[in-house]
């Protein structure tokens, strides 16, 4: 017989308990891991892979990061004369054309009385396009967002969906302000 395809007959049996004990402590470990609260490796994974995407960002991404991210929270809060403070004094406003401020403020009071929660959030990297003939800046994104009022007479209704959004970023003493603002829904869900 062939020593080195030969199976001994006393490690069969061997072999047939130490796979399923194996298995078993594994879960056992992985249990007592999960209820002593340690992180899952898929999210710490997630959380270091979006550390280093911000790491990875140049200082003016960072930047038009951080401004995304804070006009996101204003927007969030429903606190108009806080979001006025992201806008110069004229804006290139969706299909209306170039408006005042004031204007600007007045619709988003009337947006935040139809809509009380909004919430918006980046799903895609943030396109940043220098302007050939100033300073300014072209970004254009993508989010998901959800607009709820809880409190219409026919019951609540919820719109959310993803869109294409844009803005005109011009350098300003006081950080960047939007003089462009543009917008294409891309989907758009109805729950009311």
């Known amino acids: 017989m062939n020593k080195i395809n030969a199976i001994h007959p006393t490690s069969l049996p061997l072999w047939r308990w130490l796979l399923p004990l194996f298995g078993a402590l594994t879960l056992i470990f992985t249990s007592l891991w999960y209820l002593t609260g340690a992180q899952p490796i898929s999210q710490a994974h997630a959380e270091s892979t979006e550390t280093e995407k911000r790491q990875q960002l140049s200082p003016l991404e960072s930047e038009i990061q951080s401004f995304t991210e804070d006009y996101f929270q204003v927007l969030g809060s429903g606190q108009v004369d806080q979001l006025m403070d992201f806008y110069a004094d004229q804006i290139d406003y969706y299909t209306w054309g170039l408006v005042d401020k004031v204007i600007v403020a007045q619709e988003k009071q009337d947006y935040f009385a139809r809509w009380p929660k909004v919430e918006q959030q980046l799903i895609s990297a943030i396109k940043i396009t220098p302007a050939k ?3 300014d ?12 009022n809880p409190q219409q007479k026919e019951g609540p209704k919820r719109i959310s ?16 302000k939007i003089i462009g603002e543009k917008q294409r829904v891309l989907s758009r869900q109805r729950d009311y």
Do not use: C, D, I, N
Request: hydrophobic share 35%; net charge positive; glycine share 6%.
């Open 137 to 148: 800046l072209q970004v254009t994104y993508l989010l998901s967002f959800t607009v709820e």
């Open 161 to 176: 969906g993803q869109a294409r959004h844009s803005w005109r970023l011009t350098p300003h003493a006081q950080g960047w």
């Open 133 to 135: 003939s100033s300073k």
